[in-house]
């Protein structure tokens, strides 16, 4: 294990070093990958050098308690135990920073939210998602930028596009894609009775151009009339754009924006980020499963997490974790959920790692 050790750390120092060659200074692709990759390591390396001088510490103190004797020899026996019982600690982070990285671990990513079963309260709760996870963006020093917002008429949400931007983004928000159901009494209901709806969630990592080549050839570009509301300009005007890649038949729209160039432009990157994961479910051979497991049918019954209001209560069915924090959860505090999440896919990788 410390020959690997000292190998991560040597590469590490080397692409520390490449980040300041000219080479990858004036290659946009080159530097983004390099400090993509330093970021990535930058925990691991500072964990490894940790654990060298706490094992340093650790076998000073054996040599020096040889000829140590009385209250010199017990402070040593102190030291050593301590920076063993260190050194154990840092064994175990180390096991979970040597698995294997995300390939999407500190890119951009889209989120797509819309309103499933249960008709406008549907929609509003997709509007308490869009609310929940802006303010969990806001804790963790992420931007959000709204792609395309399509509201309700009493204020809810039929469907939200957004881009995520942050070096964490991905890590946290990559356990959010999938079927949320509430259970609650809604504001459309006049006698009082706690309703079933649901929203679904979509979270792909955000495609550069150059992991998803796009044919000119194989879109077909409409145009028109935007319609809604949106301000002097935007409704007399052909801004509205539309796009079908055909060979795989998927349709992005956008027309929140005056120019019909700027509503291209993010189709554009909302279509890549379906065919990036449209190509990623295609090649680990579930693309089905996959879909389904995310967003299924948008079901009451199928669902990854319940909100109960009655009962103050969350649950992520998928660990069968509870919290009776509803409210902080939705005010942003999405952390205690995920964290647990997180524990349970790293004890679920470190169990492959033993069985490989």
Not at 282 to 304: D, F, L, N, P, T
């Amino acid at each position: 294990m410390l020959d690997r050790l000292l190998e991560i750390e040597a590469e590490y120092q080397a692409l520390e070093e490449s980040l300041g060659s000219q080479e990858v200074l004036s290659d946009q692709a080159k530097l983004r990958d390099a400090s993509r990759r330093y970021k990535q390591q930058t925990p691991l390396v500072t964990c490894i050098r940790e654990y060298q001088d706490v094992s340093g510490n650790a076998e000073a103190a054996r040599e020096l308690m040889a000829d140590a004797k009385g209250a010199e020899r017990e402070q040593l026996q102190a030291e050593l135990e301590t920076a063993q019982s260190r050194m154990a600690e840092l064994e175990e982070r180390l096991k979970i920073l040597l698995l294997p990285t995300d390939p999407n671990d500190g890119k951009n990513l889209i989120v797509e939210i819309r309103g499933a079963e249960g008709g406008e309260e549907a929609n509003l709760f997709a509007h308490d998602l869009f609310d929940m996870y802006s303010a969990w963006a806001v804790r963790n020093s992420w931007s959000i930028e709204v792609l395309s917002l399509d509201k309700s008429p009493m204020g809810g949400i039929n469907q939200v596009t957004m881009l995520v931007k942050g070096d964490s983004a991905w890590t946290r928000l990559r356990f959010e894609g999938g079927p949320h159901r509430v259970q609650r009494v809604p504001v459309t209901e006049a006698q009082g009775r706690i309703h079933t709806s649901s929203a679904t969630v979509m979270v792909m990592p955000e495609a550069e151009e150059v992991e998803v080549d796009i044919d000119e050839k194989d879109l077909n570009i409409d145009v028109y009339r935007a319609s809604g509301p949106g301000g002097q300009g935007v409704n007399t005007t052909d801004s509205a754009v539309r796009i079908t890649h055909i060979p795989s038949g998927l349709v992005v729209a956008m027309q929140d924006e005056r120019s019909q160039l700027q509503n291209r432009l993010r189709a554009m990157t909302v279509l890549r980020s379906r065919l990036l994961k449209l190509r990623e479910d295609e090649q680990a051979e579930k693309m089905s499963a996959e879909r389904k497991a995310q967003v299924g049918k948008g079901g009451r019954g199928e669902k990854i997490r319940t909100y109960n209001f009655k009962e103050n209560r969350v649950t992520d069915h998928r660990i069968g974790f509870t919290l009776y924090q509803l409210q902080d959860v939705l005010a942003g505090n999405v952390d205690p959920v995920v964290d647990a999440l997180t524990a349970q896919f790293e004890i679920e990788q470190l169990a492959g790692a033993k069985n490989d």
